[in-house]
């Protein structure tokens, strides 16, 4: 078979190539034939196929993402924004954490453990290649019903995946969340988030600059698993038969990034590279283009000198494979002999691919013969851009008018006790200690705060105790109502639980999890979030550093609920300063912040006892969420309260339960003035948190809120052992225990 070189290629112009099959359109091969002069080879077909890939290039959503740039500025925090492999946010002390959150949602629904073991690896890698130690990670998953036969196979692999993965890692995994709902069933929604840290000086970035420099591919060899990954799995829709594609899954080794991790932390600290790059969706692609677009000359690669874990793989096998724990450095000469001492030191396999040079090609070659010319950029930052058509659907006025208010409500106490038995045990609300209880959530001893707690937290520097925090929250019932109040309710419930530690918000990575963009009403879901949050992170000052978009999440015809998940990142000077959930003390005074109104549409209340989709999601006021935010941050800054907790899902009562659980102790509660007990009790009205205050404290605390002009209500006291709604009905703690954490082991028994 005669090798497809750039010659050959030049000279045989109506060859037929596979460009269909590879996920092109007929206009995107036309416009590589146009930039190349000529068709391209099969290794470049190979290169543009997986690079313009939805996963890869964004084309269907640059349009609507580039306003996080042009509408929100960046703070004094802001280091390294949108662009990078994860965003840089200065937290002080000469200190920079650097955070993000992907998806990995096809490969998991395909082969749960692997799926989302690589996603694991994939997220921690664009940590490293920022330069930081990965810290910790986080984990928000969506599933289908929970009672689904599909969901026992699906959710059992996935967590033992992150878990297998992050545990060998040595890394904490400090939150996330588990949503259950039958629009999942056929696309489980499985992102994942890292956290690393370093010192300003220390971050790197992805470019190869420096003709003569060299190109070292480091880490694991390079097999047959993942070819296409990102083309195949994340750019098209399911069919309605289910999953079946299996070898585009890749396959995840921690051990060895674990050396990998620890290898490049000790040639960062020798400064040893001018460029890195990991390799994750698009694999050698992804890594040799965009390093080379982001620098300053061309690359040469000598593709035959990959090591390969199989033999048999053609150049554009090679060019395509998602193997993990892989990463591209580009060294000067004269510290490459000292890089290969530390990769022979840690057991990680080096070697040299190529070398920086003074044009602007990339030019690959396969045993002397030239396989790939192309302009880097063309591949890697200049693929097709889309306007998609968008509109509001047909059905969304329909959605709206069906108001979850005219839901019957519990018509007596004992009604009204069924009713929050029934929600503390529903999946979504009940204890999911036995997803996370297979998480190490400690390792490394810094993790002062993690699930179920409002926000994970961990300490960066143990003389200072300077830590930070983060969240993850997105509501699809929310956003399926009301797509742009819907997202910018994920951002405040994130920022409130951040506040909630202690920790002061700084800035958000986002993952955008979607349906086909090819569906107008999906594409305008899109737009409508996007442009919400957008506004919401001006309003708030909390800029965007990067994030992911996840499109095609569907089976056939049926699309996932529009979910945006939002990572807040928040710093804290001294986490032994932290707020956690749990009501510790008896005696302890139960105050309500904010304003409680009659908002059940999308609510756990509506799903859960109705199971009923309509309405309007609670309003949203960002004003009130800063303002709140500030009062909790202070009140924990001055040792004002004992615990916060802030109220979404399941309203107030849910947010007790878990409270009082948490710590073991009950609460009395007394209905305010002007609120009926079941409003009281199952409103999801934003903007508001339930604090303990020691009685020491009450007056600084209530005259704080009062001069700040933020709500205040006193509920209740932290007392006996049982919840108590004074004049409706008592439950005891034994009794909502048993409610609370038995639903999900019997479910996956």
């Not at 305010?672 to 404290?697: H, I, K, W, Y």
Request: charged share 20%; with cysteine.
């Amino acid at each position: 078979m005669t090798l497809d070189t750039v010659k050959h290629a030049s000279g045989t112009p109506d060859v037929g190539q596979p460009w269909k099959e590879l996920g092109l359109k007929e206009d995107e091969y036309d416009r590589i034939r146009e930039i190349l002069e000529r068709r391209p080879t099969g290794a470049e077909l190979a290169m543009y196929s997986v690079m313009w890939s939805e996963h890869c290039s964004y084309k269907s959503s640059k349009v609507h993402l580039k306003q996080f740039g042009e509408k929100v500025p960046a703070n004094d925090a802001m280091l390294v924004g949108i662009g990078e492999n994860a965003g840089v946010v200065d937290v002080g002390q000469g200190y920079a954490v650097t955070f993000k959150v992907e998806s990995h949602n096809h490969p998991s629904y395909i082969e749960p453990y692997q799926g989302a073991a690589t996603g694991v690896g994939g997220i921690v890698r664009d940590i490293l290649a920022m330069g930081a130690r990965p810290v910790a990670v986080v984990d928000p998953l969506r599933f289908g019903a929970a009672d689904h036969p599909d969901t026992k196979r699906v959710l059992p692999g996935v967590v033992a995946g992150i878990g297998g993965y992050g545990n060998c890692l040595g890394l904490p995994n400090i939150g996330g969340e588990v949503v259950f709902d039958a629009c999942y069933q056929g696309n489980p929604l499985v992102n994942a988030g890292c956290i690393g840290v370093m010192r300003h000086e220390d971050i790197h970035l992805a470019k190869a600059s420096g003709a003569g420099n060299k190109v070292i591919l480091y880490g694991a060899r390079t097999g047959g698993d993942g070819i296409g990954g990102v083309s195949v799995l994340a750019s098209e829709t399911f069919e309605a038969t289910g999953p079946a594609k299996r070898p585009a899954v890749q396959v995840g080794d921690p051990f060895q990034e674990k050396l990998l991790i620890e290898c490049t932390l000790e040639i960062f600290r020798e400064k040893l590279v001018a460029g890195i790059q990991d390799l994750g969706g698009a694999g050698l692609s992804c890594a040799t283009s965009e390093l080379a677009s982001a620098g300053s000359g061309g690359m040469r690669v000598e593709l035959d000198t990959v090591p390969l874990r199989d033999a048999t793989l053609s150049p554009e096998e090679i060019l395509m494979s998602e193997s993990q724990e892989r990463m591209c450095a580009v060294v000067e000469p004269g510290k490459v002999g000292r890089f290969m001492e530390i990769c022979e030191k840690w057991d990680v396999l080096a070697t040299v691919i190529g070398e920086v040079t003074e044009g602007e090609r990339l030019e690959i070659f396969w045993h002397g013969e030239q396989i790939v010319d192309v302009p880097p950029r063309s591949v890697a930052h200049d693929g097709p851009v889309y306007e998609r058509p968008y509109a509001r659907p047909d059905w969304q006025d329909a959605l709206q008018a069906d108001d979850a208010g005219k839901l019957p409500r519990p018509a007596t106490s004992a009604e009204l006790k069924d009713q929050v038995l029934k929600l503390v045990a529903s999946p979504n609300q009940a204890s999911k200690a036995w997803i996370t209880d297979q998480y190490d959530r400690f390792v490394q001893g810094n993790t002062v705060l993690a699930q179920p707690e409002d926000a994970g937290m961990v300490r960066i520097d143990e003389q200072s105790n300077l830590g930070v925090a983060m969240a993850t929250d997105g509501n699809g019932r929310y956003t399926k109502l009301d797509p742009y109040t819907g997202a910018q309710l994920a951002l405040a419930e994130a920022y409130r639980n951040v506040a909630a530690s202690g920790a002061k918000p700084l800035a958000i990575s986002d993952c955008l999890n979607f349906g086909s963009p090819e569906d107008p009403a999906v594409m305008w879901q899109f737009a409508e979030a996007t442009r919400g949050l957008a506004d919401g992170c001006l309003q708030l000052g909390t800029p965007v550093t990067g994030g992911n978009v996840s499109l095609y999440n569907q089976t056939g015809e049926t699309a996932i609920h529009p979910t945006p998940v939002v990572a807040v990142l928040g710093v804290i000077d001294d986490v032994n300063r932290r707020t956690p959930i749990a009501f510790k003390e008896e005696g302890q005074l139960l105050y309500l912040l904010g304003d409680t109104r009659e908002e059940f549409g999308g609510s756990a209340w509506s799903q859960v006892v109705h199971d009923h989709l309509g309405g309007l999601p609670p309003a949203v006021d960002l004003d009130r969420e800063k303002l709140l935010g500030e009062i909790l941050i202070s009140a924990s800054r001055d040792g004002m309260i004992d615990a916060a907790h802030d109220l979404s899902d399941g309203g107030l009562i849910q947010s007790v339960t878990e409270s009082c659980l948490r710590g073991g102790n009950g609460a009395r509660l007394v209905v305010p003035d002007g609120l009926d007990a079941f409003t009281f009790l199952f409103s999801e009205s934003a903007g508001r948190a339930v604090v303990a205050v020691p009685r020491s404290e009450e007056l600084r605390f209530t005259d704080m809120c009062g001069a700040r002009g933020l709500p205040v209500t006193r509920i209740g006291v932290v007392d006996g052992e049982e919840i108590e709604v004074q004049g409706e009905f008592s439950l005891t703690l034994s009794e909502l225990k048993a409610a609370h954490e038995a639903t999900i082991p019997a479910l996956l028994a």
